[in-house]
């Protein structure tokens, strides 16, 4: 059974830092792309930044690069989004989630519907 737990969400004042984890376990692929989407109230689910275990390669919206940085840890079988000068509209939900690898060449990691598996999300609350 797949499993992914999100973790470290809270309130910060903007330009403060959080650290998001989300670890998982079950995946039935060697190989595997992470994703982080967001969802803010009334608003669709957006990516926000994806991650290639294969070969460690990462990606993100351009409204977070140079602030937002995404790591590893295998033996913690964890990816990190380490989340710095926060602004109020980075206030979601945010999600991970894991599916086969290929989604991350493809492009396709940026499209929430090809993920089959989800966090429960942890929110973010970036406060003015």
């Known amino acids: 059974e797949v499993q992914l737990v999100e973790s470290g969400g809270g309130l910060v004042q903007a330009g403060g830092s959080l650290r998001l984890s989300c670890k998982y376990s079950g995946l039935p692929f060697d190989d595997y792309v992470i994703g982080w989407f967001r969802q803010a109230p009334g608003k669709e689910r957006e990516w926000v930044s994806c991650?290639?275990?294969?070969?460690?390669?990462?990606d993100y919206v351009d409204s977070v690069k140079g602030r937002f940085t995404l790591s590893y840890d295998n033996a913690e079988v964890a990816v990190y989004l380490q989340m710095n000068s926060l602004k109020p509209e980075d206030t979601a939900v945010y999600y991970c989630?894991?599916?086969?690898?290929?989604?991350?060449?493809?492009?396709?990691?940026?499209?929430?519907?090809?993920?089959?598996?989800w966090g429960q999300g942890t929110q973010v609350t970036v406060s003015s």
């Open positions: 991650f290639a275990s294969r070969d460690g390669s990462t």
């Open positions: 989630a894991a599916d086969r690898p290929s989604y991350y060449y493809t492009g396709e990691c940026r499209i929430a519907r090809r993920f089959g598996s």
